[in-house]
């Protein structure tokens, strides 16, 4: 049996059967420190969990801005449904569609969002009566606007930040369809 | 049969996977993600600076959305005259919506480029700013269309 000290330390033969595989064995010169194939493959293992990532770092920061706005967005949809008819055609079918987005990347983070349930502004615009209705849709997009706006700032994922900036999008345009539908100024 | 030999190469490969997917293309600078943002501004400005007062309304807002931009590029080391400022003039219906959806889906692409509260602040503001814009125009020349995430990059 032969063997070649390696710079590391290990020392490679070739295992006595043609064609098998590389084993590693104790140098007998002492000072020499042994890395088995095992120890390789675990700090392999450890360096690919430990490498820097932008998915990693931001499954710490983006998740509970995430949250929040699942949880805004899961209500308003809930209370265009209950104050049905819709001022807007589609607009409760679009908040579902935006919790969806925003459960994705959640889901992409192992969290996951509570129940929807109605928060102030969008239970205003489920209780409303008809002729307050629109002047209630119009502040519950102008929550949403504002929320999603302090959002921006907080997040880190590119993902995440352009999903969300597409939805504040969306509810700005909302917010501007509404208040041209109640006669105001759309830029109010 | 698995041998330790495909255990280790599976594992290289794994690793060298995993740093594939943090190489992903890197952000403009801010400088040109600012710029191509100032850029749609001007060109909505320009396309809507006639027309309905609605219309003009409009190009007031993309004006004063295009100042606050060149100030944003002067800030990171920029400079706004890189943005072209195209001449006002006629412009059908379908290309001045067009323009209000180009600079919403400017910023829109911008957004991962720009660090630091400041400049998200801003970046939210021209979000917010050009997408109510773009309805009322789609809205106006009877172009609307129904999406839930306005803006997104094409």
């Known amino acids: ?188 | 049969m698995v041998t330790r030999r495909g255990l280790l190469a599976a594992s290289a490969l794994a690793v060298l996977a995993g740093c594939a997917e943090d190489e992903e293309a890197e952000p403009a600078s801010p400088s040109s993600a600012l710029l191509g943002s100032l850029a749609a501004e001007r060109a909505l400005s320009a396309a809507t600076s006639s027309g309905r007062p609605v219309v003009r309304d409009v190009s007031a807002r993309a004006r004063e959305r295009a100042g606050r931009l060149a100030a944003a590029v002067s800030l990171v080391g920029g400079r706004p005259h890189d943005a072209p400022e195209p001449a006002s003039g006629d412009t059908s219906p379908g290309e001045i919506v067009a323009r209000g959806r180009g600079a919403l889906a400017a910023h829109v692409a911008a957004l991962p480029s720009l660090e630091g509260r400041e400049l998200r602040t801003l970046a939210a503001d021209m979000v917010a700013g050009a997408a109510a814009d773009a309805a009322v125009l789609a809205d106006t020349f009877d172009l609307a269309a129904a999406d839930a995430f306005p803006g997104t990059p094409q």
């Open chain 1, 1 to 188: 049996m032969t063997g070649d000290p390696t710079p590391e330390g290990l020392v490679a033969r070739r295992d006595p059967a043609p064609g098998r595989r590389l084993v590693a064995r104790r140098d007998p010169a002492p000072g020499r420190r042994l890395v088995a194939r095992r120890e390789i493959l675990l700090a392999a293992a450890g360096a690919a969990l430990a490498r820097p990532s932008a998915a990693v770092a931001a499954a710490d920061q983006d998740p509970e801005v995430l949250l929040r706005l699942v949880t805004r967005e899961d209500a308003a949809a809930l209370a265009y449904r209950e104050a049905a008819p819709e001022p807007l055609p589609g607009v409760a079918a679009e908040e579902a569609d935006h919790g969806k987005a925003l459960r994705t990347h959640l889901d992409a983070v192992g969290r996951r969002a509570p129940a929807p349930a109605l928060d102030a502004p969008a239970r205003r615009l489920a209780e409303a009566p008809q002729d307050e209705r629109l002047e209630a849709a119009i502040a519950l997009e102008a929550s949403l606007v504002e929320d999603y706006a302090a959002a921006v700032p907080a997040l880190t994922e590119p993902g995440v930040l352009q999903t969300v900036a597409t939805i504040l999008a969306s509810h700005a345009q909302h917010h501007a369809r509404l208040r041209t539908l109640a006669g105001l100024d759309p830029f109010g």
